[in-house]
């Protein structure tokens, strides 16, 4: 199993400069990861860097927390196609999951959907799953996944702080019940992408044998040089 081959390597915090992205683009390269996984402002940029490799831009709409509009990510997506993105990974509205609101929720990923088929690009459908963890709303997102027929389904933008009774503000990530869930009712030609405080072999081999596909990290070297 080629582990750099399932790894979208991640430049997305909110400091990460130009600079950065070269250096993350040249980790990217070194090692052939699957994609480099940026900010929508650096599509063009991380575009140019890698032109010279296999590996892919990916970019994220509506991050971190989902709450733009349809419209506004449908125009999101669309610019980041444009300027060379491969791969988008979108976080659904995560008020309207919480709310139970499905059909919004078919409505928002449909829309996207229906843009990166129309261009042959990669939609990865990000839960967000610090925030939304019952296995019956894992159960619906998923089974509107399906029915939409999106790429890969994916739990955690790695940005989803939840603040405990002690006031002190922490992220769970990539969990293996949620994977277990999401493997359970997602269709097998979908994939998933587990994402958020991957930082070890062990992790990502563990993810793979329950049925992950890809894997969102910012910790590839240590990861690969281990």
């Not at 444009?82 to 309207?96: C, F, T, Y």
């Not at 709303?137 to 999106?150: A, P, Q, R, T």
């Not at 009712?185 to 993810?207: P, Q, V, W």
Request: charged share 25%; glycine share 6%; with cysteine.
């Amino acid at each position: 199993m080629d582990i750099a081959q399932l790894i979208d390597h991640a430049v997305l915090h909110p400091t990460a400069t130009d600079q950065d992205v070269i250096k993350e683009a040249n980790i990217a390269k070194k090692h052939k990861v699957a994609s480099l996984c940026v900010k929508p402002c650096h599509v063009s940029l991380a575009h140019d860097l890698l032109a010279d490799s296999n590996v892919v831009v990916c970019t994220v709409i509506g991050f971190p927390h989902g709450s733009q509009t349809i419209e506004t990510k449908w125009s999101a997506c669309k610019q980041a196609i444009s300027e060379g993105a491969e791969e988008l990974d979108m976080v659904i509205n995560i008020a309207k999951a919480k709310a139970h609101d499905w059909g919004y929720i078919e409505k928002e990923i449909n829309t996207i959907n229906q843009q990166c088929q129309a261009s042959n690009k990669i939609i990865k459908v990000i839960f967000e799953t610090d925030y939304i963890d019952d296995e019956e709303s894992i159960k619906m997102l998923c089974e509107i996944c399906n029915k939409v027929g999106v790429h890969f389904v994916k739990t955690s933008t790695g940005f989803g702080f939840k603040k405990h009774t002690s006031g002190l503000y922490h992220y769970e990530g990539a969990l293996e019940q949620i994977i277990i869930w999401m493997r359970k009712y997602t269709r097998s030609d979908i994939g998933i992408k587990a994402s958020g405080g991957i930082r070890t072999l062990e992790k990502i081999r563990k993810f793979v044998k329950l049925g992950v596909n890809r894997i969102g990290t910012s910790s590839t070297e240590t990861i690969l040089n281990h």
